[in-house]
């Protein structure tokens, strides 16, 4: 099965700076690659995603880039604020099946 | 308008007795899933359906059963609760948007505590 491996598990960056979080995964198999922010107490909220055809998306603040080939994925948030503050999940999806990497805690200090 | 509705949003229940989570959606999606997340750690999917076929994860526990009985309900219930099953439990929709691309939408979550 798909195995998801996400780094770091914890992120300290300062308002105004970049934070970025990287995936890989084992399955050439999965096409789908969505991102959820995760507030505490709250549902995980889809964010942005990626399919297996486009090597980058961008969406104001938030961009995702793939790399098929070294099965790897990293979200890229710029000029963090502190509302940024949450867990991250990457999952990586084939016929509706997530995967999910075990998360990266993002803390942005003021 | 809520979307993926989950009740009850907190729910107590003894060692042993049995619970039963329910999951709404106003989506007519497809497909329902039935995820169980504990503190600081992903979701981990227990089963989900495609239509009305049941697909059950190789390592969900013979404790927790599901039933669809149309395209707007799915039940989580949980049948000898144990203090390892306290956890928050996550339903999820989606529907195919293209060839393998399934976008999920999750309800707010249940939080099952086990006294």
């Known amino acids: 099965g798909e195995n998801v491996e996400q780094h770091p598990s914890t992120l300290s960056v300062q308002e105004g700076d970049s934070a970025v979080i990287k995936c890989t995964y084992s399955d050439s198999a999965s096409n789908y690659f969505p991102w959820y922010k995760q507030e505490l107490g709250k549902r995980p909220q889809l964010i942005i995603d990626i399919r297996s055809n486009v090597g980058e998306k961008k969406d104001q603040r938030i961009a995702v880039t793939l790399n098929k080939t070294a099965k790897h994925f990293s979200l890229h948030i710029t000029e963090t604020q502190p509302e940024d503050s949450a867990v991250y999940f990457c999952a990586a999806s084939s016929w509706g099946k997530l995967q999910f990497g075990a998360g990266t805690q993002v803390v942005v200090t003021p | 308008d809520a979307m993926v509705i989950q009740n009850p949003r907190y729910q107590v229940t003894q060692f042993g007795k049995p619970v039963t989570l329910s999951c709404s959606q106003t989506l007519n999606h497809n497909v329902m899933y039935w995820y169980q997340q504990k503190s600081s750690q992903a979701p981990k999917l227990l089963f989900h359906?495609?239509?009305?076929?049941?697909?059950n994860e190789a390592d969900t526990p013979d404790n927790f059963q599901s039933r669809r009985p149309n395209t707007s309900f799915c039940f989580l219930d949980i049948r000898s609760p144990g203090l390892g099953d306290a956890a928050m439990y996550l339903c999820?929709?989606?529907?195919?948007?293209?060839?393998?691309?399934?976008?999920?939408?999750f309800g707010p979550g249940t939080r099952l505590t086990v006294t």
């Open positions: 999820a929709t989606s529907r195919p948007l293209g060839v393998g691309h399934y976008e999920q939408y």
């Open positions: 359906y495609y239509d009305k076929d049941f697909n």
